[in-house]
């Protein structure tokens, strides 16, 4: 069933964004996130995408096996190595001997650009698992 | 009789149209995937060369009306086309990430690909209507 296969890679692109999506969210909650002097505080986290092959089924195994057709998924979550931003706050629980409090180096208008991005990207997806939907029942118009 | 037969059931349009349908839903799979990985770095658009197999599909310059001779093989009419293939679209500029999906093309080719699929849904029903109107002399749908 080749539309099975279709909707079968529409809905892995769903999951990815969805993952992405979350981990955009936990970036922007943890934005002003501190930790005591001397623990690395929040750093902010990326998702990685690699294309992969469709999970093979009984049902599109031949798809499968003819290749050049690829889901997605998210193979890894990484943390920014950039160093975080030190602010001067004497009176913070979680300022050091020197006063300074290091904050994570989080833009929050990049986060929101970036699920902005993922936002668009699910409904591409969405919208071409909805139009493969169609297309398998329109094949059942012929027998009508 | 045994004509008549082979020529209803195994007609060469509606196999030409089975054909079609395949690629197009070969199709949608390729671009399914294109939208799944609208943001892998590295991922290139890929496609499949549509045009170029058209011809295949075809069973010869009469236009798969009549089939010819040599297209009976086993006692079996055949004249199955290659696999669609997979190609990569070139001339499409690539991101920083090297990657080159364009959504606005995904989303073109979505839709004529919906497109096409449903109108040869209606050409392949017109066509078993036709049947069934010789079948039940001339009452179309009755």
């Known amino acids: 069933m080749s539309l099975m296969t279709a909707i079968e890679i529409g809905a892995s692109g769903l999951s990815a964004q969805r993952q992405r999506l979350e981990v955009l969210v936990s970036n922007l909650v943890n934005a002003n996130t501190t930790a005591p002097a001397g623990v690395d505080p929040y750093r902010r986290r990326d998702v990685v995408f690699t294309a992969t092959d469709p999970q093979p089924t009984f049902g599109n195994a031949l798809d499968v096996a003819m290749g050049g057709v690829h889901g997605v998924e998210v193979s890894g979550v990484v943390s920014d190595k950039s160093d975080p931003i030190r602010r001067y706050e004497p009176g913070h629980p979680h300022a050091d001997k020197d006063g300074y409090v290091s904050y994570p180096n989080i833009n929050p208008m990049e986060e929101m650009v970036n699920m902005m991005s993922a936002t668009r990207s699910y409904e591409a997806n969405l919208q071409a698992v909805t139009v493969t939907k169609e297309m398998a029942l329109k094949t059942l118009d012929i027998i009508r | ?142």
Do not use: C
């Open chain 2, 1 to 142: 009789m045994e004509q008549l037969k082979l020529e209803i059931l195994q007609d060469a349009t509606i196999e030409a149209m089975g054909n079609y349908m395949t690629r197009l839903s070969r199709r949608q799979q390729v671009i399914a995937s294109n939208i799944a990985n609208i943001d892998t770095p590295g991922y290139r658009t890929k496609d499949i060369s549509f045009h170029a197999t058209m011809q295949e599909l075809l069973p010869g310059p009469d236009l798969g009306m009549q089939r010819r001779p040599d297209q009976l093989q086993n006692g079996a009419w055949s004249f199955a086309p290659a696999e669609p293939e997979v190609v990569e679209v070139s001339g499409l500029p690539s991101r920083p990430d090297q990657n080159n999906v364009d959504i606005d093309r995904e989303m073109l080719k979505l839709g004529q690909t919906s497109f096409g699929y449903g109108a040869i849904v209606q050409l392949i029903r017109s066509k078993f209507r036709m049947i069934a109107g010789s079948i039940n002399e001339g009452r179309i749908g009755g």
